[in-house]
């Protein structure tokens, strides 16, 4: 916990460091916004002054120029809001960008750590929450010292004891400020959690709603789920309570400057010791500009709690890996591709072993593998190494003889293609769901796509044909018209490398018969790697590669021994 608050604040501080080059525009303006307070508190003081004197002459004058500071700066608030809109969206976005990438590149294996639910929340939520960071906090951080000091520089001009005052009852405000923050901080880091709470349990739960109304327990899970939004209101609620002992604290050392200064120049004005009052007004609306600043870092303040809470799980994503050099892949549609592991490592969990212990073997172009064994001997972890999503801890992965740790993602992606055990089909048309392999092809592409994978003998019997729409995750589709349209995607791709993870898992044994002879003809002429169970899939075709706790089985027999 202590190193991932310690991650947490270096992360903040390399995004504050970040964001200083975006806030000098709002700082600028902000600034000359302050000094036109000035400006106008002098014409105010002056103005009424001059009235309270029985005085008519430069009063004109002086409302103009009141006036017209008034116009400018109100013009420049606009334009500090703006630049500091614009700086926050311009960090979000460039984090959003960051951690998407960070995800992209870790893969699906990043789900065996973290919580989908919690991830979705870290893109969305979390860097939403950093818009004060960049467009109020670190601003308000540079003002809440220049600020002051201009106004305290301009009431020293009148009055150096005023300014004193001021100095005074501005410096207790941070102590104020610094004693809430911690409280703040904690209660803004129980308040994400509750929220990432409340969000997993409700995904998990509309995920498997299904699994809930068979099992009666829709009253159950529902009062659960009200329990998890009552402590976030609850926790929500402290944070709002923290957060008014800090604007407490302020305006109690406002409102003290303010009432010591006004018995001062009273006690002045009845002794005779003030030409006018016109001085004493002048510093007594000198206060409110010089609290300001000071009210706007303290607003910013809570906005710095909330983005150190949502550091903690930003900061723990995985860093977007450098990309490798790009090594050419020209021949690869050529002559096929070839695979080979040699002698490699992986571990998923240092308390269950190696998921790959040493495990060689080649593939050469063309020819077919079959990868068999009991669950948990590895099959899957050689799928997942060789579609990029995890890297082995010791050995080498060849691709063409080439590392596939030196092939750019994008490289690897387009001469492989991949059908796992439960493909994804997203809300659309059956067509869309083909197409999301090659989204450029045209209708014939997608048509043929479709025959070829037989999927047009069952879109033909619904209304629309390929244009059906189907569900949320194929809603409406059986188990083998779902593979069949993910195999239907493997031949609108049309990529030499064909990995296939237990395709015919959880198919009845006539779907798996009509699924196994689409990609039989799918795998003509291709490098494929098929990892199953199935005895029916044994009988595909190609050489056989037995594995035993994540090694060959004589190699593994060998270790027994």
Known sequence: MEDQKRAARAWIRAQTAAGRAAARPVVTLALAGTLLAIGQAWCAGMLLGALLRGGRGGLGWLAAGFALAALARAGLGVMAERAAFAAGAAARRRLRSEALGALLATGPALLRRSHSGELAASVIDRIEALEGLFARWIPAATLALA??????LAALAADRLAALVLIGAG????????LSGIGAAAASRRQFLAMTHLQTRFLDRVRGIATIVLAGRTENEANALARAAAELRVRTMRVLRVAFLSSAALDAAAAAALVGLAIR??????????AGPGT????????????????????????RMHAVAAAESLSALPPVPPAPAILPVRTVAAQGVSVAFEDVVLVWDPARGRALDGLSF????????????????????????????????????????????????????????????????????????IRFARPEATDAEVAEAARLAHVDRFAADLPRGLATPVGEGGFG?????????????????????????????????????????????????????????????????????????????????????
């Not at 600020?147 to 305290?152: E, H, Q, S, T």
């Not at 064994?373 to 890297?391: D, M």
């Open 280 to 303: 004493a007004l002048f510093v007594l609306l000198l206060v409110p500009e010089f609290f300001a600043p000071l009210r706007a870092f303290s607003a910013a303040y809570q906005d």
């Open 362 to 433: 080649r593939v050469p172009a063309g020819e077919t593998l079959i990868l068999a064994g009991p669950s948990g001997a590895g099959k899957s972890t050689v799928i997942e190494i060789l579609l990029g999503f995890v890297r082995p801890d010791h050995g080498r992965v060849t691709i063409n003889g080439a590392d596939i740790a030196s092939l750019v993602p994008q490289a690897l992606a387009r001469f492989t293609a991949w059908v796992g055990q439960r493909p994804m089909l997203f809300a659309g048309t059956i067509a869309g769901n």
């Open 147 to 152: 600020g002051p000091a201009l106004v305290a």
């Open 477 to 561: 589709l059986s188990g083998g018209q779902a593979q069949r349209i993910a195999i239907a995607r493997a031949f609108l791709k049309d990529a030499p490398l064909l990995l296939l993870d237990e395709p015919t898992a959880h198919l009845d044994p006539q779907s798996e018969g009509e699924v196994l002879e689409g990609l039989r003809r799918l795998a003509l002429g291709r490098t494929v790697i098929l990892a199953t169970h199935s005895a029916l899939a044994h009988g595909f075709g190609g050489r056989r590669l037995d594995l035993r706790a994540g090694r060959t089985v004589a190699a593994a027999e060998r270790g027994a021994a």
């Open 265 to 274: 120049y009273a006690l002045l004005l009845r002794a005779g010791a003030l």
């Open 171 to 178: 410096l207790a405000v941070p102590v104020a400020m610094a």
